[in-house]
C-alpha cells in the first residue's frame, strides 16, 4: 500500500468503493438515501463550498469532477462521516440515472479510467450487477491512509474553524502521535494558552466526535492485527503497523490506540503492564505466564513450560495454559532466552539466579571444571534444598546435562570451552562464600591432591574449631565437594590419580582399626539398663550409637539426658532400629575427644538417661540407686 494517500485521490476514484467501507452494497440502501436526499449538514456544507444554491447541480457537478478528498475534509462542519455520506448519494444517484456521469467521462483524470469504465457498465446494466461486482475488489487496489491521517480527519471536523490552530496539541491530547499524551500544561504551552484553554477546546470537539463508528478502513484494519498480534511490547505495536502501512509513527502506546479508536467512533481497551500492550483479559493471562516464567527461572535456574502452566493454573484454573499460548506469552516478554522448544531462562539481577549462583561458587573452587562435575555438583545442592524447603522447592532439580551444557552457551556469567568445560567469566572471590566454607576449603587446599578420607578431615575441620555437624553437612551437601571414592572427599575440580584415591583408603582403614572400640553394657542390679564406651572418630562426629544395650526396654523411646555431673538436660536421645542418636550436643558441650569414654544409665520409669564422660576409670557398671 505504497503511493499517494486517500486524501490526495479525486472524488470519483472512491465512489465506488463505498460498499467496502461500508460492509453493505448500495443498491441495498438505495431506498433510504440518494443524493439529493443527503442529510441536511453534508448538503449545506457543499453548497456552500459550490458558490451557494444558485450555482445548485451544474455547480456541485463541477466540483465533484475536480475536488480532492483532502478538499472536502478542509471544508468546515464536513467530516469523514459526511464524506462517506455523500459517496454513498454519489452511488445511489448513478444506480438511479439521476446523474448521467457518462457525458462527462473524459473530464474525469485519466488516473481514474478503470473507475469510469465500470460507472459507464453499470448505468447500461439497469440491475446494477457490474456495481455490485466492482465493490468485491481487493481493498489493496485503494491508496493506504494510516490511522493518524484518518483519526485527524475526524478530528479536523470537530474542531471545525479552529482546526488549524489546535490540530497539533488537541491531536496529541488525544493520542493521534503515537507516543505518550502531553498533560494539559504541555498542551498549553505548544500554542501559548492555559491549561483551562485547552481543557475547553478538547471538551467541545469530544463532545463534536461521532458515538458510532465512521468509516476509517485504515482503523479497521489496524484492529484486526492488533487483534492476532498482541499482546506484544509497544515497539513491535509500531513496528507490525508500519510493516501493515498503517502508520508513519515510531510508536503507539495503548492510551494513544485507544483514543485513535474512540475519535472514529470505536471503543477498545487496550492496557499496558509488564512492558507489554495488550486487551485487558489476555494480558492479565500473559502477565500472569511471564511472571511465573521468571519467578521460575530464578527459583530453579531454568523454566519449563510444564512448571509454568502448572504454577499458573494452580492460582487461575480458567487459564488458557496450552503450549502454544505460553510460549506466545513469553515470546512477547523481554529479556526471554531459549534453551529448545520448551524450556528457557530469563535476564536476571546478578545473584538472583540459583543455577548461576550455585555454578559460580563451584568455579569460586576450581575452575575451569567439566560440565558433568558441575552437573554433579549442582544435583547434590538442589537436592539438599528440595529436602530442606518444607516443600517449597519440591521440584528443584539439577537440570539435563544437554540443557545445562545450553545454559552455560547462553548466559553471559560463563565461558563454555570446546572440551565442554565451564569458566566463570567474573570469578567469584572465595570470600564470599563465606567463613566456614573458606576454612574448609583452605584446609583441603592444602593436601598434595585436594583430597582426605573423611575422618581425618572432620579431625582437622575439629582442630580449627569448626563445627563436627555442619562440616558433616557440608560433606554431605556441598555443591563445591565431590566423592572421590569410598570414604575420600575433596574438593570438585581437583585432578586425583587412582593410587592416590587407593593410598589414602587403605591408610583409613588402618587407622580405623587402631582405634579402641572397647565397650561395656548391663542392666544394674534394679534393672536400669546401662553403657560405657570409648569414643572413635565416627561417634564423636556423628553423635551416633550402635543401638546395643537395653534393646528389650529402650526400642522405640526418646529418653531426657540429662548430665550427671550438672544435672543439666542436655538433649533428647531416640532409640529405633539399629542406632541411638542425639549425642552430639552433649559430647561438642563436653569438649569430648576420641578415646574418652561416655557411660549413661537409662531410668525407663522417668524417660531419663544419664551421663558422663570421662578416662578409663568408667568403663565399668555405674552406681545403682
Partial sequence: ????????????????????????????????????????????????????????????RQFLLTAKVQTLLSISNFGTLSLFDLLIGLEIGLEEGILNWGKVVDEVDSSLSTSATVVESSNAQSNGS????????????????????????????????????WREPIGRRFGLHGGAIPTLEQAGEAVGVTRERVRQVQRKASDRLPTKPVAAPAVDQALEL?????????IEVADALRAAGLTDHDEWTAEALNAVARVTGRTIELVEAGGLVGYRPDLNVVTEVVASAKALSNALGIASIGAVAKRVLARDPDADCSAGSIISALD?????????????????????????????????????QSLSDMHEGIGRHFSFRAASSGGRLADLAAPEIDLLRSFYMSHPAFSF???DHVAAVSPMALADLGDEKQALVAILRAQPHQVMDRLSLLAACEEIGMSPSSVTLWITYD???????PNIWGLRGANVPADVISQLQSEARETHKSFDRRKLIGVTPSGR??????????????GVLPFDWGREQLADRTLTMIDMLTGDQVGRSRFSDNFNWGYSGYLRRSAARTGDVLRGIADVDEDTCYLELGGDELLSEPFDW
Fill in 226 to 234: 492488533l487483534a492476532i498480534t498482541l499482546p506484544c511490547r509497544r
Fill in 529 to 542: 539398663p546401662w553403657m560405657a564406651r570409648k569414643l572413635t572418630p565416627t561417634i564423636l562426629y556423628s
Fill in 479 to 485: 555443591e563445591s565437594l565431590k566423592r572421590f571414592g
Fill in 417 to 419: 570451552l570446546d572440551d
Fill in 332 to 368: 512477547s516478554a523481554s529479556g526471554v532466552h531459549w534453551l529448545d522448544p520448551t524450556h528457557c531462562w530469563f535476564d536476571h539481577a546478578s545473584g538472583r539466579n540459583r543455577l548461576v549462583n550455585t555454578s559460580l561458587r563451584i568455579l569460586a573452587v576450581n575452575s575451569p
Fill in 130 to 165: 457490474g456495481r455490485v461486482s466492482a465493490a468485491d475488489e481487493p481493498l489493496e487496489q485503494v491508496p493506504q491512509m494510516t490511522i493518524e491521517a484518518e483519526a485527524e480527519a475526524v478530528l479536523n471536523a470537530a474542531l471545525g474553524r479552529q482546526n488549524l490552530k
Fill in 1 to 60: 500500500m505504497v503511493g499517494r494517500g486517500l486524501g490526495d485521490m479525486p472524488i470519483l476514484g472512491t465512489g465506488r468503493l463505498t460498499a467496502m467501507f461500508a460492509g453493505t452494497t448500495a443498491r441495498e440502501v438505495a431506498a433510504a438515501q440518494s443524493l439529493l436526499t443527503l442529510r441536511t449538514r453534508t448538503r449545506r456544507a457543499l453548497l456552500r463550498q459550490c458558490g451557494g444554491p444558485v450555482h445548485g447541480p451544474l455547480g456541485l
